[in-house]
T-cell receptor
Framework: AQTVTQSQPEMSVQEAETVTLSCTYDTSESDYYLFWYKQPPSRQMILVIRQEAYKQQNATENRFSVNFQKAAKSFSLKISDSQLGDAAMYFC?????????????????FGKGTKLSVKP | NAGVTQTPKFRVLKTGQSMTLLCAQDMNHEYMYWYRQDPGMGLRLIHYSVGEGTTAKGEVPDGYNVSRLKKQNFLLGLESAAPSQTSVYFC?????????????FGPGTRLTVT
């Protein structure tokens, strides 16, 4: 079974600086997706960025980028020019694409989350 | 286009009471999911459905039942609530397909069982 580990329960960053959140995962599959979700105090789950395992290029969305190391099974999120609105829980998630993707392989497996605080 | 909606947003139950949480989506998505979120645990899958009339168990299904009588609705039932079911419940949906990556989440329901 796949697992996702976020080893940093809490992180803090100064406004305008850069912070990196860590995520590692365990899988025997070669084809899968990885995601970072943001959950602000409103509770809404917001997709921040996604990475397809077969793509070597790291995904980027504006101030958010990932460092995807497939061999090391590592998927970190870098937030540049941090803003007060970035303060939230961040969840790393894994999803398989193989086999019966109508079944459980298509479901998201979440890490326990990292709480990010942004200091003004 | 409301996306994914959940009813109710908050609820307090006494131990042994029953209730049903309703999830509705207007995106014509085939797949729907129910998760629970507990402090320090992330989101865990309770049940899911790959189409109207079909349901399957996820990681933590005990104490819950689900039904998908209509494609747009996915109901989560608690027949006899227990304090261990105090949690925030999220519904999500997505389009069918292995390369369809995004799950759309509802706003969540905070349930307290006393």
């Amino acid at each position: 079974a796949q697992t996702v580990t976020q080893s940093q329960p809490e992180m803090s960053v100064q406004e305008a600086e850069t912070v990196t959140l860590s995520c590692t995962y365990d899988t025997s599959e070669s084809d899968y997706y990885l995601f970072w979700y943001k959950q602000p105090p409103s509770r809404q789950m917001i997709l921040v960025i996604r990475q397809e395992a077969y793509k070597q290029q790291n995904a980027t969305e504006n101030r958010f980028s990932v460092n995807f190391q497939k061999a090391a099974k590592s998927f970190s999120l870098k937030i540049s020019d941090s803003q007060l609105g970035d303060a939230a829980m961040y969840f790393c998630a894994y999803r398989s694409t193989g086999g019966n993707y109508g079944g459980s392989q298509g479901n998201l497996i979440f890490g326990k989350g990292t709480k990010l605080s942004v200091k003004p | 286009n409301a996306g994914v909606t959940q009813t109710p947003k908050f609820r307090v139950l006494k131990t042994g009471q029953s209730m049903t949480l309703l999830c509705a989506q207007d995106m014509n998505h085939e797949y729907m999911y129910w998760y629970r979120q507990d402090p320090g645990m992330g989101l865990r899958l309770i049940h899911y459905s790959v189409g109207e009339g079909t349901t399957a168990k996820g990681e933590v299904p005990d104490g819950y039942n689900v039904s998908r009588l209509k494609k747009q609705n996915f109901l989560l039932g608690l027949e006899s609530a227990a304090p261990s079911q105090t949690s925030v419940y999220f519904c999500a949906s997505r389009r069918q397909g292995a390369r369809t990556y995004e799950q759309y989440f509802g706003p969540g329901t905070r349930l307290t069982v006393t």
